[in-house]
């Protein structure tokens, strides 16, 4: 396999490789060091413009901050999305200090503690109320604080969104309420200071079926309608979830991004009347912001073993577990990857691996680099689960940097 | 399956968990929160004494930082072992501000920076070399710096640990020299301003094999002999590496350490007349710290969905990442776990999950617990890679506390 440069970067005349339309090594000169995470404002913006011209009018697109909490980066997609996901009390903080409203902010998470209900009422965040017990401590909180909550019921659907990367329906979980369970838990906020505002539902991420995807959001438009049926309850909103995948692996291809926007329309035009005022929010981390990021790391070593050949990078899975299979992966496989520094194949397969002393860490196997010491290796699809998603501290090595370009 | 508590843990008259002779819920009412680390430094003083009373007199132990290095436990294991391997400048810093002296440490690691070598040349710490473009690296280095480096070669051994959770040797491997290639490379430190002390080798770790640990020492041992006769060198000393593993999961049993030593003496005792004067060295991390440390996290939720009842905590795998299965795993298991505020069973078989919004982050399934919101879940064998080789920045929760008690 040989390198792959995804669409949006390029190589200068001498076969370096550009982000944002400058060489990697300028960009790393200016940071000051390896590793650096990279993130191109250009291709974040490209991306939601994308994304609004093929979803249905009206449709409201929220950002996963889970995905990519870097400030500069929350700043900017601020800018071009309608609202913010939370998971933690953490979140809250960041997405304030980035600017964003807390009426556009809303909170899921299956283990809120007290102090992060209350931080949440107190701003007036809306909260994705998880279980029965979490409604009765918001509750409770909501009448010491004095302040009306608002919540949303998130309901575990009971079905998955098929051949996801992780299914979150269809089974027992510690994710919301059962389907079953929800019109009763709707019933207890009644008399209560809640404002019940609507149902996030979330079926699966990281799938890169269109029509899995649209059966997904077809089942879960219509559980909604029932559901308020169900409890008697009209819904401002509805989160469809999000479970839109990014190209990683060769052979991946990239969302049909119009048959979706199409197929999605179709099934808002055919909703049920319950839901004739409802507006529908699509939940999106991962898919937003992984293309605009990349990973340089720098060759420190080169060597033969056993016949193959190794580059030992400063980079590693302390910096992009994800890329190295080491999260939540069952079979490892690489993400894209390409000397930075150089174009063209090598002189034979060879193995990259990062600067920890152990055997997990290893960032593409087999491909067919060119790759002597000092040259820069990029990784990409690094802007999302990267830096915050690794074991920043196993084995004391500095943080990576990060810059939003 | 119900709970375990491991050897060196007990209950009091009302079922609550006692570490190091305290109950766990005063241990955290002290330290103010959960999640909370806790190591016991009693068991950590037993475990090496354990160790020098198994073990052939004059053998050296030294223990690994990466498997936890929290200062106060290094600044305690200084008080215990011979000396300190670490894999970076950040582990260096620490061990020095621990108080070891820094001809007992060493250095390992496949990709060492020049500024990672310049810091440990100066300080007069062993470096144990990885290649021979490394070694080349610290000779100029050390010639720039006019002081001689002390060096041991690393050399992949053409044998695994058989048996091992990660296998380091027997394979094409980014770490050390190839045996074949070994005596070529401490031929190029002739002339140079090196210090050659000995040799490292490590085929495995994460065993529970006492005959698999004893032939990987006996292979070591006779190809040490072997390539001091090929360079034509004598070694001042040979780390064996490690390879201890520490009973995770069900079934798993404690090494049987009296008949490891038995056999390491009678492999030392016959060891090839080259070797005559060599000190070997015991490399050990997980095994000399898993066991002291216990992962304490508060139950916030009880719910039941399909059927299955889970346990939501404020723990999770931005903390035990290892726990969850999540680094390295193939198959997940559990770790030992109890409820730390009550004994007994609960009411069948339930689900201990984190509060991080990912179906990844699940503590322990299907254990027969009793648990209730307020309760404290105890994870075992925490002691090593823990809170460092864990995300902890993931979805913005805070750092779980540590305390050496």
């Not at 008399?191 to 959001?217: D, K, M, T, W």
Request: proline share 6%; hydrophobic share 45%.
């Amino acid at each position: 396999m040989s390198d792959r440069v995804p669409p949006g970067f390029g190589r200068d005349a001498e076969g370096r490789l550009l982000i944002a339309g400058r060489a990697a090594e300028d960009w790393v000169a200016d940071a000051g060091d390896t590793p650096l995470f990279l993130y191109d404002s250009a291709l974040l913006s490209q991306r939601v413009a994308a994304f609004r011209a093929a979803m249905p009018q009206g449709l409201g697109l929220n950002y996963a901050i889970k995905a990519n909490p870097f400030p500069p980066l929350l700043a900017h997609m601020g800018t071009l999305v309608d609202g913010f996901d939370i998971a933690s009390g953490g979140e809250l903080a960041l997405a304030l200090e980035a600017g964003v409203a807390p009426a556009r902010i809303s909170f899921a998470g299956p283990g809120k503690r007290d102090r992060e209900l209350e931080a949440a009422i107190r701003a007036g965040v809306l909260l994705n109320i998880e279980s029965a017990g979490e409604l009765a401590r918001a509750g409770a909180i909501a009448d010491r604080v004095g302040q009306e909550a608002r919540v949303a019921l998130r309901v575990n659907p009971p079905f998955a969104l098929k051949g996801s990367g992780m299914k979150m329906g269809g089974t027992p979980s510690p994710f919301g309420v059962d389907a079953a369970d929800a019109a009763a838990v709707i019933r207890q906020m009644q008399g209560r200071p809640f404002r019940f505002e609507g149902l996030h539902l979330y079926a699966g991420s990281q799938n890169l079926s269109v029509e899995a995807i649209l059966e997904s959001q077809r089942q879960t438009i219509a559980l909604a309608g029932a559901l308020s049926a169900e409890a008697g309850v009209t819904l401002a909103h509805v989160n469809l979830g999000g479970g839109f995948g990014v190209p990683y692996f060769p052979g991946d291809r990239e969302l049909d991004l119009p048959a979706l926007g199409r197929g999605l329309a179709e099934a808002i035009g055919d909703r049920p009347a319950a839901l004739g005022r409802t507006r529908f929010v699509l939940e999106l981390g991962r898919w937003l912001v992984a293309g605009a990021g990349v990973y340089l790391c720098r060759v420190i070593d080169r060597k033969v073993s056993g016949g193959e050949t190794f580059l030992v990078t400063d980079g590693g899975l302390h910096h992009q577990l994800a890329a190295t299979g080491n999260f939540g992966t069952v079979i490892r496989r690489n993400y894209p990857v390409a000397n930075a520094s150089r174009a063209g194949p090598g002189a034979g397969p060879l193995t990259v691996v990062g600067c920890l002393c152990t055997p997990l860490d290893r960032l593409a196997d087999k491909v067919d680099l060119a790759g002597e010491p000092g040259d820069l290796i990029a990784l990409f699809h690094a802007g999302a689960y990267g830096r915050s998603a690794s074991p920043e501290r196993f084995l004391g090595h500095p943080p990576a940097l990060e810059r939003l370009v």
